[in-house]
């Protein structure tokens, strides 16, 4: 059984123009991977850490290939280049579900 996977970002959003155009055109990419946002700017705690960002997103794929493949895919990626192109930053990882921590 393949165990889901989380694209887990962070943001801040330099040019909310820029910013709207890539976020306006995720959606419907995340859905064509079989994604589904868990969380996507609700409000937040910062607990630890830097606070250096703003906007926080949570996203699960049904494994970590799917998330991945939405990731690298074409449309996603030039998606993305409206926020690369001083809309923001984001630091995005991929983790997979389950607990893997060695016993």
């Not at 703003?54 to 030039?78: D, H, T």
Request: charged residues 25%.
């Amino acid at each position: 059984m393949t165990a889901p996977a989380y694209w887990v970002a962070r943001s801040r959003i330099d040019d909310w123009e820029r910013y709207k155009r890539y976020t306006d055109l995720v959606p419907a990419i995340i859905a064509k991977h079989h994604g589904k946002v868990l969380a996507r700017g609700g409000k937040y705690e910062v607990l630890e850490g830097p606070k250096n960002f703003a906007r926080f997103v949570v996203i699960e794929f049904p494994s970590l290939a799917a998330a991945k493949g939405c990731f690298e895919s074409q449309e996603y990626q030039k998606a993305a280049g409206f926020r690369r192109d001083g809309g923001g930053v984001v630091e995005l990882v991929i983790v997979e579900g389950g607990d893997a921590t060695p016993t």
